[in-house]
């Protein structure tokens, strides 16, 4: 099945970090400015170095492109790229937060 080895695991880390923040940690990390200002910057960050990763004319990372989505922006990157460093990222940051109290 296409998408199930990078593609379900990507979504499935998007969602259960949102519902980790909902239903249990409750940290009001969303709702926060510095949270998506923090979250601008690492995109600024990810674009450039995961797109000269993952460029298709001479990658570094190589991707089965039968377990991905097979969408690719900007710069060739796989979008799983992104919901997997949303989630590491917010992830860190609500428990960050939690345990500030």
């Known amino acids: 099945m296409t998408g199930l080895g990078y593609t ?9 970090v949102c519902v980790l923040e909902w239903k249990l940690l409750r940290t009001g990390l969303f709702r926060k400015p510095a949270y998506w200002l923090s979250m601008a910057i690492v995109l600024g960050f990810q674009i450039p170095v ?5 460029k298709l004319s001479a990658p570094v990372v190589i991707y089965n492109e039968r377990q ?20 590491l990222v917010t992830a860190v940051l609500m428990l960050w937060e939690r345990q500030r109290g």
Do not use: H
Request: aromatic share 14%; proline share 9%; hydrophobic share 55%.
């Open 8 to 16: 379900l695991p990507a979504v499935l880390s998007v969602l259960g």
């Open 50 to 54: 995961d797109g000269w990763l993952t």
């Open 68 to 87: 991905t989505s097979g969408v690719r922006f900007p710069l060739d990157i796989p979008v799983e790229d992104f919901l997997f460093g949303f989630a």
